[in-house]
């Protein structure tokens, strides 16, 4: 019995004894704002919250961690006081902290030496630096300069730089700083040779990628360039471009080109869904290079209810490889959609070129036969022979979800029967869409859709080649290419000319989750416009893949079922 007291006695004690250390004590720092703020509670939070107490070690840890902080941004005479609080067994600890003077930077002695001396870039590094007289000292900006300097050096090719002098000396009782340093680059090297190895491809061909001649001075933005330009073509599998600073001669850095080839075939299947066509598999067969002057073949097949189809590029890149090259093409398409049934057959020659890197230009000729049936009364096949010039631009900011862009096309068609098709006929057509995001968590979209076929009569104008809109990427709220002129039958025939808009906003829900208001408006006509609009809401996800769009949507014009959902996986320009 006596045992059983004393046990009980000891567990009593021994609550009483552990009971405190359930105190609470805050932490609240007064007095200071800004950077100066923020910087003592970076400081001040690697503290463990557990760690906190009025106990005088504790005190000290805090103003040690606030005089760091504050010394870092030029501070060096704070003035601290502590205050507790108590209220029953929890407590807050205040701390009034006055910053004191700021220390000015009394002398800035940079000397920046060797070829760099003349250089642009490292005198707006040292102008930009805020270390001049009179700023208020600042550790992390010395720091970054530093830093910076070595860095600048060696992206632009000063392989010899040295940081000779660098010394920081502080007079706290004048608040005064004295800023010594010494940078002296040396010479900057240039571009030698490109050493390629492991390549197939014919070895003028792979040098016409590199963004640089030889004996241009060395930048290391424009060596990933070439590495970039290298995975693109799609001719490798695996690519390393680097200087080879362990040879330097004289003045020279050899570039070391290493590559290993591609496979011979590629082959990609997949399975996709729109609410445009429905869902479709997707078979495609791909030969990244062919011959070693890097000839190419791609056929995509896709399979779909409304309209499956095979198509092949043969692509023939020219001396500039990336920007210049011909393609022939050839396709079968087959259309069973609304009041459309057709069997399209395509033949064709591209010439692509781009201006000044930002234009990019496509002549081309086609060949089009197409056996069809449109409407109610229309049955016929047509060939046409078809010379055409596009141009087109797209800019982008931002990765697969941007945060600025836009994109512009204009192109234009003849036929004639004086080149062996069945008739003439002109078609123009022009598309324009912009991006822009305003304070980063709200977003905008616009687009501009407009076109127009010349011909003598609409029963000329091969199905394929007629207006539809509809669907997903021009009227919401309608189904797939459900808006066009109709015959005395009510059934579809397609316009000659078309214009489609959409007005979008969206607004930043959480992370990559965003929501979408918008309004589409829009017709295809012959003789007279019939407008329809559409509206409706949606969900964004800016997946890693790329936008990810479910909207829901009103044809406000419609008369009966209005109501349409559109799912779509794919960029919005």
Known sequence: MMTLFRRCLFAAAALVVVTPALAETELTIVGLKGSLKKNVDIYVAAIPKEDYSTSLRFKGQVEKEIRTALKALGRYQPEIVFSVEEDGEDSTLTVTVDAGPSTKIARSDIQIKGEAADDLDFFVLKRDSDLELGRTLNHGKYDAFKSSLESLALRKGYFDAELKTSRLEVAPGRNQAFIHIEFDSGKRYRYGDILITGSQINETKVRSLAPFEEGDYYLVSEVGEFNQRLSTVGWFSSIFVGGDVSDLEGDEVPIQVNLRPEVR???ETGIGYSTDVGARLKFNWRKPWINSEGHSLDVRTEISKVQPKVEAT??????NVLDDYYQLIGAIRYVDNHDTISTEYH?????HW????????VASVRLLYEDYNQGAFETG???MVIPGVSIDRTRLRGGSWPTWGDKQLLKLEYSDPALGSDTRLAKLRGRSAWIRTFAEDHRGLARLDAG???????E???PSMRFFIGGDSSLRGYSYESISPRDSEGQQIGGEFMLASTLEYQYRLTGNWWGALFYDYGSSWTASPDWQAGAGVGIRWASPVGPIRLDFAWGLDKPDD?????????PEL
Do not use: C, M, T
């Not at 043969?314 to 001396?319: F, G, N, R, T, V």
């Not at 209005?562 to 794919?570: E, T």
């Open 265 to 267: 075939n590629k082959i």
């Open 314 to 319: 043969y692509k023939i890149p020219l001396d």
């Open 347 to 351: 033949l064709g020659v591209e010439r």
């Open 354 to 361: 781009n201006f000044d890197q930002v234009w990019d230009g």
């Open 381 to 383: 096949s047509a060939f």
């Open 452 to 458: 127009a076929i010349w011909a003598e009569r609409i």
């Open 460 to 462: 000329d104008i091969p």
């Open 562 to 570: 209005r109501f349409q959902i559109h799912f779509v996986l794919g």
